[in-house]
Structures are given as structure tokens and as C-alpha cells.
T-cell receptor
Framework: KQEVTQIPAALSVPEGENLVLNCSFT??????LQWFRQDPGKGLTSLLL?????REQTSGRLNASLDKSSGRSTLYIAASQPGDSATYLC????????????FGSGTRLSIRP | EAGVTQFPSHSVIEKGQTVTLRCDPI?????LYWYRRVMGKEIKFLLH????????ESGMPNNRFLAERTGGTYSTLKVQPAELEDSGVYFC???????????FGPGTRLTVT
């Protein structure tokens, strides 16, 4: 059974710092891995999607890496801003592009001005 | 292009009552998914429609939950009778025929008192 774990559960850092969010999964047989952002009262916004054959994806100040063999992914946020404050969710899909997503419990990030 | 929409945004009902949640996927998206997040837990998969057919309903918690997608367009999720532990946020997502990225709606926050 696939389980996704995110550490830490909460993180508070001052504005401008670079930070790393961690995600681990128990079954390395994944189709892809995705990082989402959730703002209070809002839906989920997809940030980065990494296919199983890829090692990393970048979008602006965000960089996500994937190491399938060790069952780990990291989300790197450069030069953090108060607007980055949100809950970040890691999620994996196992079999195909149509199968269900399995989510971690998230990291609640707070950027202090 | 309109995104995934959900109605209502928030529902407060008493234990034992019935509630029906609605999801309108992005036009042309054959795949429709329901997920929920109950207090303190991660987002969990409920079920997956391909057009009007249930492809995977392995996440449905019990027979108090009934999902339908008549005509393969919008979907409803009925909870009857509602219990306290059903409180949480119910998300809907859709994706194109064949799979691909899932686009999430804003969620319906259900509170059972």
C-alpha cells in the first residue's frame, strides 16, 4: 500500500530564505509525482509535476526533484516571499495518467515578513 | 475556459440529515474524481468516473455515500444519513480523456453538527 509522508508538518521562516520541503513515498513504482499548493478556503493549485522518468522540474523560484529509488522528492523554494505562505502537498500517482492521486498530509509553510 | 466548479461552497447540516454535493468538471473532461479531507488527515480518494461509469470506487467509506454522474457531465455525491465524522472538505477533480493532469475544484466544506 502506497503511503506518502511529508516532513515537517509546519515550517516558519523569515522572508528571503531558501527552503526545502520533503516528501517520501513507500512504493517506488509510481507513474508521476506532483506538488500542489493549497491556500485557506481555496482549491488545489498544481505547482510542478514530475514524470517517473524525470529527475526534476523547475518553475520560476520552485524546483522539485525526484529520486524514485529512494522514494523521495524535495520541493526547493528560492528567495521565499510572504505570498508563498500556504500548505504544500506532495502526491503520487501509481499506475497510469488516469489513476487516483495519493496525497501526503502536507507542510504548512509560513513566511515571516 | 471555466475550471472545475463545486456547489455549495459550504454546507452545515445536522447529524442524520441528507446532503448532496455537486461537481461540474471542465467541459470535455471524461475523467471525474472525488476526494475528501477530514480533520487532521490527508486528502483521500473516494472514487473515479470515466464518463458515466464508475471506474474505481475503492475509496468510498460506506454505503451512506452515493455518487452519480448521469449523462457523463456533472456529478453528485450524496451523503445519507450524514454522521459527525463526515465533516471535512470534499474536492472534485477532472482530467481529459485518457488521463493527464487532474484539475481540482475549490471544494465543498461540509460541517455535520
Amino acid at each position: 500500500k502506497q503511503e506518502v509522508t511529508q516532513i515537517p508538518a509546519a515550517l516558519s521562516v523569515p522572508e528571503g530564505e531558501n527552503l526545502v520541503l520533503n516528501c517520501s513515498f513507500t512504493d517506488s513504482a509510481i507513474y508521476n509525482l506532483q506538488w500542489f499548493r493549497q491556500d485557506p478556503g481555496k482549491g488545489l493549485t498544481s505547482l510542478l509535476l514530475i514524470q517517473s522518468s524525470q529527475r526534476e522540474q523547475t518553475s520560476g523560484r520552485l524546483n522539485a526533484s525526484l529520486d524514485k529509488s529512494s522514494g523521495r522528492s524535495t520541493l526547493y523554494i528560492a528567495a521565499s516571499q510572504p505570498g508563498d505562505s500556504a500548505t504544500y502537498l506532495c502526491a503520487v500517482r501509481r499506475y497510469s495518467s488516469a489513476s487516483k492521486i495519493i496525497f501526503g498530509s502536507g507542510t504548512r509553510l509560513s513566511i515571516r515578513p | 475556459e471555466a475550471g472545475v466548479t463545486q456547489f455549495p461552497s459550504h454546507s452545515v447540516i445536522e447529524k442524520g440529515q441528507t446532503v448532496t454535493l455537486r461537481c461540474d468538471p471542465i467541459s470535455g473532461h471524461d475523467n471525474l474524481y472525488w476526494y475528501r479531507r477530514v480533520m487532521g488527515k490527508e486528502i483521500k480518494f473516494l472514487l473515479h468516473f470515466v464518463k458515466e461509469s464508475k471506474q474505481d470506487e475503492s475509496g468510498m467509506p460506506n454505503n451512506r455515500f452515493l455518487a452519480e454522474r448521469t449523462g457523463g457531465t456533472y456529478s453528485t455525491l450524496k451523503v445519507q444519513p450524514a454522521e459527525l465524522e463526515d465533516s471535512g472538505v470534499y474536492f472534485c477533480a477532472s482530467s481529459q480523456p485518457g488521463g493527464g493532469e487532474q484539475y481540482f475544484g475549490p471544494g465543498t466544506r461540509l460541517t455535520v453538527t
